[in-house]
Structure formats: structure tokens, C-alpha cells
């Protein structure tokens, strides 16, 4: 009795049950879940018509069930393979095999349901078991096609699930494992129930339990070992560190690179009194999301520098609004900001000394003046003079360490408000206040750094300059160009080293330019002229002078060769304005020689830049050549400057000019650093004295017995003797006396323009 009523009971429930995810799975938008519907559908009737036949009381009745019973249990399983396939993601079964299914489970049906009137399948017959009727079905051979065909569709279901379930993950097991198990117990209460004559069949329990089973897996089912894996993976993975704390405020997650970073044990995690830190020493359930930014060192008393942290809190909350838990998710910024940091240092200073670059001087000099627009400055720079040469000779290594020596120099020597940099090359700069600029501090720097290379026994020249910055809008470049004019008026000139800029340095540099500027369009315009200075014997007659380059402005002013040849030497325009001069003196030798006057020479001067930038030869016989007068009477003049800058080459350009018949004179004989000794390897034809040097010495007797040695050397050696300066009477009979011929100097003319030149010595 009981067992009766509690299995319809049961199978009640279940018919609902069934019945109801029926429904929904139809609703559902899986279209891929209608077999699962279609089964449901089908079970539901198929346990509708067991619960009929255990319940029956006429054994037409059972047959009628028992019929729908077998036919629907077909339908149902056929479904349950074809979802098990589905489901697993097996191979589908192919359509010719699908067909035969389809047609035996027809048959099957019909010889069910033929069954009702003919009983070949089963028969029904009654039962007293504890008592109770019920009408049981005792099978006959023929039924067997309906075994094969359930058992043929069950069996292929359980070895799909099995060999899915042992190729999946473990995770997987929840989602097959239990469907398997189900099937397998419903199998084998099934054969229970043939085999021990039970009042009811328990397996269509088990198959109510499969098929809802089938519901919750296929349909609610949501893998959440598959998300927490998911989950797992993806904060293992994460460039930030992950770490998350319950509502106990336990750290129950950190991943690797939190670990690393927070310093927690894999076991422990016990790293909640920094996590606290950060939320403000408040409990995280009272700590509202946030995201910021702290400084973070391990260990406290470690000396490396603290990694920037970039800290977004966030709590978890439930659907209830609960609080579960939170999250930090650190963004380690460090290596980051370290490079915004490196590019911004190497943006800002010099690579070699770490001092700041030009850009960033400039803009720290700028920044200052705006701040303390009342403040008095000075720009003071510093040059190294023979810088070019510690490169040359040493190496670059060596220069760099004498870059970086100044540069340290510099830096000890600062008041913390000065502004330094270095500019470029061997150039640096400071801005001071004006009360700190003290000369006889930076005596004691280049003191001190002259002797940088003493031990390459190169003493240093470091040049000072110094503008007081009497206008703070000027560019803070031009600042520093005016403190370079200053170097500029004491670069070379013995002792001196440290200067300070004045309006009349500008003045000189602004004549300086208008020189340089104005030579082209100077000699365009015929404004160069030359001027001869007679050469003459002992009686004033002459027949030769030297050309001396005279520039006649516009106004009628005469500008003298010592205002503008040092410029022009110094900028190299220097050749441009000698070639002129050689074809002003070639012109007037043509003219002479085409009037029929071939006895008389010009001499020309040739400035040691002269050699850098024009080829001599070449440019010499070229232009004998071109007006057609002999070389013999274009006179060159060189000092011996000239000569001792390149010796080995000047000697071999001497040598080829004078095989080409020029006449060589060595200007200023005695005033450079040339040697006597040099007379001996250097064939010219003419020595050049002048008499100024006499009067330089303190010991006139001393030198006047010098000026005697070397006339009589010069006439031992073949050359003549030309005394320049001669002043006076005195000079002229003294000279005389020590053997010379020939005299050039005021005492006899003035250099004189060409024309007054010819009226009176022609
Ligand atoms: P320098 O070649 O030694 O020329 C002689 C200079 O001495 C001339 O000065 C001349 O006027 C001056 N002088 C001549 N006699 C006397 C005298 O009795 N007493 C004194 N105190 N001075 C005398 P200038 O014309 O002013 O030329 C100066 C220097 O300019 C020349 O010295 C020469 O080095 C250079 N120079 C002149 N013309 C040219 C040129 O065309 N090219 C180059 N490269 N340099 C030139
Ligand atoms: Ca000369
Ligand atoms: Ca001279």
C-alpha cells in the first residue's frame, strides 16, 4: 500500500517537475536545448503513463498504458542520445543510421501499441503483492526488439558521456558524472526490477531524476569552477599586482606579483596591516572605492628608493548589498616614472658632465629673472683657449675629463642659488647675483684648472667673461655672447684671462661686423686701394715699393690695415681682400711695363691665413700670367710667422714660388718666435727688418750688436737686407754703417697713393 501511493507520490513530483522545465527549456534561446525539450516532453507523458498502470485496476487499462508507456520511454531515450551527443559535443550520428533508429522505434511503437489488441509483446496479468492488486506485464520473446532497440540507444548514450567525461578536466566531472551515474543506476534498477519482481519500477524514479538532472546541467548549468579557474588565470596573468580580502578582513588572495611586491608568503597571507594603511587605517567594509597614488618601501630602513604605487580599491557587494570582500589592484608605476624621469634628466642636462644643457639653462635663467625681476645678476661664461688642442693631441678622452673637471669645479665652487650649465663644446656658463661675482675667485678657479693636465705638462688656459646683466629681456643666449666678447678681448694676449664685458666691446664687435660685412661689396665698389711706400737707396731713389692695402669709405675716410687685417684674419675673409691687393699691384706693374717702365718692383703682402685658403703657387703664376709681367717683379712678402706655422710646407711653397721667379722677402725678420737658426734651412732672397724692434730693447748696445749679426749673416747667406722703420738720419747712417742698401720708412716716404708715387719717383 504504502509503496504504491509514496511512488506515485513521487512520480508526481517528478511528472510536475518534468513537466514544468519542459516549459521553460522550450523558452529557452538555446535553440541547440529542443531535444532536451522534446524529451522532457516526452518523459513526462511516459511517467504520466506509469504512474496510470500502477495505479490501474483493469488490465485494459494497462495495456493501453503499458503501451504508451514503452512507445513514449522509446521517444525519450532516442532523444536523450541524440541530446547526449549534443551535449558532449560528439560527432553526430550519421543520417542513415538516424533513419533506421527512426523507423525500428516506429515499429516498436506500433507493435505496442498492436500489442493492446493482439498480446504478442506483453501480457497483462494480475498481481496480489503485500496485498495489493496490480497489473503487471509478463514479456513475451517478440518484446525483445523493444529491449534491443532501449538498450542499443541507452548503451550508446553511457559510452558518449563516459568517454567525455574521461577526456574532460576534472571541473567537467560535475557537469557529466552525475547524468552518467544516474543513467547507469537506471539501468541497472531497471534490471532489478525484472529480476526481483517488484510491485513497481524504481528506475523510471532514476529516469525522472536523469532527465531533471539533464535540466540543471545542460540548462541552469553554470561552471562556476570554470570561472573561478577563468578568474584564477587571468590574476595570475596580470601585470598588477591582485590581492583580495574578505569581510574578516583576512587577505585570502594575493597573486604572484603581490606577493613579490606586499613581501607575503604564499601560505600566509598576512598582509592586511598594509592593506589597512592604505584605507586609511580604516576596516575595509568603511572604505569606499578609490584609486591612489603612494610611495612604497618594502622595508623601511632599506636604502632603495621607494617603487610608485598606483592603488585602485574596490569592495565587492552582493546582490543584497552586502559586503563580501575587496580588491586591491596595485599598478606598480615605478619603472614608468623612472624613465619619464631618466628622458626628463637627459633632456635637461649634459650628458657628460651632468650639468644642465643650454635648453635648460636658458629656461631655469628666464624662470629666475621672472621670479626676482629686482635682483642684480652677472652671466659669467667659461672657455677653454686651447681646447681644440687638448683634443688634438691627447684624445678625446682626455678632453672629456677636462670638461668634467671644470664641470666639477664649477659645481663645488656654487652658492646653492647659483645657475650653471654647459653650453656647448668647452663652453659653460653661471648666472650668480652680482653681490657673489668676486674676479679674484675665479683667478683661484683658473689657477687651480690650469693645471688639469699637468701632468702632460699642458698648462690650460681657462678664459673668464663676464656680463652684468644691466637688461634682464635680452635673450639669455645673447647674455652669454656678450660675455664671450669680453673673452674675446683677452683671448692670446699674454696674462690675461679674465674679463668683463663693456657697451665699448660691443661697439669694437659691432665695427668688427660692419668689416666682415662690408669687404665684398668694399672691394666692388673699388673702396680697397693700395698705397706704395718707397724702397730706396741710401740716396732716396727708388725703383721698387711695397704695396699697403688702404680702404677709402665712402665718406673719404681712410681706414688704416691695423683697424680691419686682425679682423679680417681672424674671420678668414683675410684672402679675399689679399687677392684684391696682389691684382691692384699686378694692374699698376702692367700699366708701368706698358708704358715702357719695366725697371721697378711692387711688393705684396701675404698674411699667414693666406696659406690655409689659396693655393699659392697656382694662384701666383696665375696671375703673372694673366697680365703677362715677370714674376721678379711681384715681390712677396711673408712673415716668418707664416713660415714657422707649417715649416716643412711653407718651405716647399717658398721654394716653388721663387723656382717660378719670385723674388721672397721675409717680413718683420726677428719680431716673431722664428730662430736664427732658421736662415740656415730657408732659401728667400730679401730680409726684412724692422727698426722698431731696436728701440723695444733695454739694452740697445746688446740689440744693436744683434741687428749687426743678422745683416751680416743675411749678406753671408746670400740675401739682401731691407731696414723698414727707418725714422730718422740716424737710423739711416747706422744702418748704412752695418752694411745696408736698402731702406724703407717715413725718414724717406710715407706710403703714398700710386699716382704721387710715379710723379715722384718715376
Ligand atoms: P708691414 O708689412 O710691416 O708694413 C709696414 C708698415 O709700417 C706700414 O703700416 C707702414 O705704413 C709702416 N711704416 C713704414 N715706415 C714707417 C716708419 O718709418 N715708422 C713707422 N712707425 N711706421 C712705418 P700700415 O700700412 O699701417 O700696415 C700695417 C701692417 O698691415 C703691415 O705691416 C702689414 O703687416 C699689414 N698690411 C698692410 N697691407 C696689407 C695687405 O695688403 N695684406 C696683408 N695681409 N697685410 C697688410
Ligand atoms: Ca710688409
Ligand atoms: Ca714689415
Redesign the pocket.
Known sequence: MLDRYIFILLLTVFIVLTAVFCVKSGQSKNHKLWRAHVMLGATSVALLANAVVVMSQFPTLSYVFYAVYYATFDVAVFFFLRFCTEFTGTRKIHPTRLLVLKILIIIDSILCFANIFVHFYFTISQHFINGENYYKPTFLAPYYFHVAISTFMILSSVAILIIKLFNSAHIYWDKYGPILILVILMTALNMCHGSFGWATDKSVLIYALVVLGIYRNAIIYSPDELVHSAMMTFASGLNDALAVVDCDENCIYANELARTLLGLQKGDLDGTDLLHNWCGGKKCIDTPDFVKYVDFKLDEKSEDKPRHLKIYYRRMIDTHGRFEGSTFQIRDLTDEINHIEQDKYRATHDSLTGLYNRDWFTILCENEFKKNPYNDYVMVCLDIGNFKFVNDLFGPQVGDQVLNSIGEEIVKRAYPEDIYGRMENDHFAILMHRDRFEISQFEETEEKMSGVLEDLNFPLTIYVGAYHVTDKTIPISVMCDRAHMAIDTVKGKAGKTIAVYTEDIRASRLKRQDIISGLDAAIENGEIK??L?AQTDYEGKSHGA?????WGREDGSMV???EF?PVL?DSGA?AK??MR?WELACIELKKWQDAGIDDYYIS????PK?FYYIDLYKHFTGLVKKYGIPAKKLRL?I?ETAIMMNLNRQLEVISSLRNAGFIMEI??FGSGYSSLNMLKDIRVDVL?I???FLGKSDDDIRSRDILEYIVGLARTLDMDVIV????TKEHLEMMKSMGCETY????FS??IPVDMYEEQYM
Open positions: 693700395i698705397y711706400q711695397e704695396a699697403l692695402v688702404r688704416y690695415p691695423n687685417i684674419e683675410i681682400l689679399d691687393v705684396v703682402n701675404i698674411s693666406d712678402e712673415t717680413d718683420d726684412k724692422d727698426m722698431a723698414e722703420g727707418v725714422e724703407q720708412g717715413y725718414y710715407k706710403p
